[in-house]
């Protein structure tokens, strides 16, 4: 069995009194998620959080570790993976998708996101992630 480990974000901002979140649709699988990588050697979930975020969407956030949500699943047979989610200060809003992995960006109001994110794993973090981002 191969263990990956990947960690991101829910990178938010808060906009005329809305709150919205940043969405990544991947090249390969189109998929909408969250923006996520893999934990380099010798760099914590929160280092690499950050610079996954920074390469896939040109956004630097402020991580708030207090806030910590874990997915595993199996991507291939033999593959278990573990991904590590915080929730993040969008610094700046203009995006630049890294166009090897990133097909589209957008920013979307939290009560919407639901609708466009693909898997039930991350709905479910947005539902928590709504009430840490509320006490912002």
Same mark, same amino acid.
């Given at each position: 069995?191969?263990?990956?480990?990947?960690c991101?974000?829910?990178?938010?901002?808060?906009?005329?009194g809305n709150?919205?979140i940043l969405?990544?649709?991947?090249?390969?699988s189109?998929?909408?998620s969250?923006? %996520?990588?893999?934990?380099e050697?010798?760099?914590?979930?929160?280092?690499?959080?950050?610079r996954?975020?920074k390469e896939?969407?040109g956004i630097d956030?402020?991580?708030d570790?207090?806030?910590?949500?874990t997915?595993?699943?199996f991507? %291939?047979k033999d593959?278990?993976k573990?991904v590590?989610?915080?929730i993040?200060?969008a %610094?700046?809003?203009?995006?630049?998708p890294?166009?090897?992995e990133i097909a589209?960006?957008?920013w979307?109001?939290?009560g919407?996101a639901a609708?466009v994110l693909?898997?039930?794993?991350?709905k479910?973090?947005v539902?928590?992630?709504k009430l840490?981002i509320?006490?912002?």
């Amino acid at each position: 069995m191969v263990f990956e480990k990947s960690c991101g974000a829910i990178v938010y901002r808060k906009s005329h009194g809305n709150t919205e979140i940043l969405l990544i649709k991947h090249v390969n699988s189109g998929h909408w998620s969250f923006p %996520k990588g893999h934990v380099e050697s010798g760099e914590t979930e929160i280092e690499t959080a950050l610079r996954e975020i920074k390469e896939e969407t040109g956004i630097d956030v402020i991580i708030d570790p207090s806030f910590r949500e874990t997915v595993s699943y199996f991507p %291939k047979k033999d593959t278990q993976k573990e991904v590590v989610y915080f929730i993040g200060k969008a %610094k700046n809003f203009e995006f630049i998708p890294q166009k090897e992995e990133i097909a589209q960006i957008k920013w979307v109001d939290i009560g919407h996101a639901a609708s466009v994110l693909t898997y039930e794993n991350d709905k479910n973090i947005v539902s928590k992630a709504k009430l840490a981002i509320k006490n912002d």
